[in-house]
């Protein structure tokens, strides 16, 4: 079944206890990103990947790295958590970038940082 | 800067009436626009792509440059169209593109 993973579903964590949630694709999707969900403030981009080694900025990156070294993989990493990074992750991904094209979601990730 | 606006948190219809989700942007640039939608305890998954001008599950949004906006119109409301609903702008640079959200109006429908 085509679709995007994420691992885990759910996270508690301590402050500064460094985390990384895991996303996969087996669409071979090209682009790939990661959101946060809050209440009140909908989705934001925390960072984005075109394709393999290459990846960007969205609106919200601060406290967060990612990497993009295999075409399917896209992991968020939280070196040293804090407690406003609680939060509903999503991974998405989709073909390479072109008009109209639909991002496919994974089932998301709640995270909560103590 | 790119933003879009959902200026309605909640909307509450009773089945059968029109629906209208209304959703504004602002952008410089040639805008793509999307509905997303999200059902209770499912994935977010696309509803409507302003490019395909298609009309899915009874819903439609139009595009209209001159006042900004791509509200989602739908005639009928029916109980299973209670859900977030999020209007999405997507923007492209050199090697970049990114995705805005608006904040969600969560639509529910009154039996």
């Known amino acids: 079944e085509a679709q995007v993973t994420q691992n885990p579903r759910y996270l508690i964590t301590v402050t500064g206890k460094k985390l990384t949630v895991t996303c996969s694709q087996n669409m071979n999707h090209e682009y790939m990103s990661w959101y946060r969900q809050d209440p009140g403030l909908g989705l934001r981009q925390i960072y984005y990947s075109m394709n393999v080694e290459v990846t960007d900025k969205g609106d919200v990156p601060e406290g967060y790295k990612v990497s993009r070294k295999e075409k399917r993989n896209f992991p968020l990493i939280l070196e040293s958590p804090s407690p406003n990074q609680t939060s509903l992750y999503f991974c998405?991904?989709?073909?390479?970038?072109?008009?109209?094209?639909?991002?496919?979601f994974g089932p998301g990730t709640r995270l909560t940082v103590l | 800067a790119q933003r879009v606006t959902q200026p309605e948190k909640l909307l509450s219809v009773f089945k059968g009436a029109p629906v209208e989700l209304k959703c504004n942007y602002s952008y410089s640039g040639s805008p793509e626009l999307f509905w997303y939608v999200q059902y209770s305890r499912q994935r977010l998954q696309l509803l409507l792509r302003?490019?395909s001008r298609e009309s899915i599950k009874g819903f439609t949004a139009d595009l209209n440059k001159g006042e900004t906006s791509f509200h989602l119109k739908k005639p009928f409301a029916q109980e299973e169209d209670s859900a977030m609903y999020y209007c999405?702008?997507?923007?492209?640079?050199?090697?970049?593109?990114?995705?805005?959200f608006g904040k969600g109006t969560k639509l529910s429908v009154i039996p």
């Open positions: 998405a991904s989709s073909r390479v970038v072109t008009v109209g094209n639909e991002q496919f």
């Open positions: 999405a702008l997507a923007f492209a640079g050199a090697g970049s593109y990114q995705l805005t």
């Open positions: 302003h490019i």
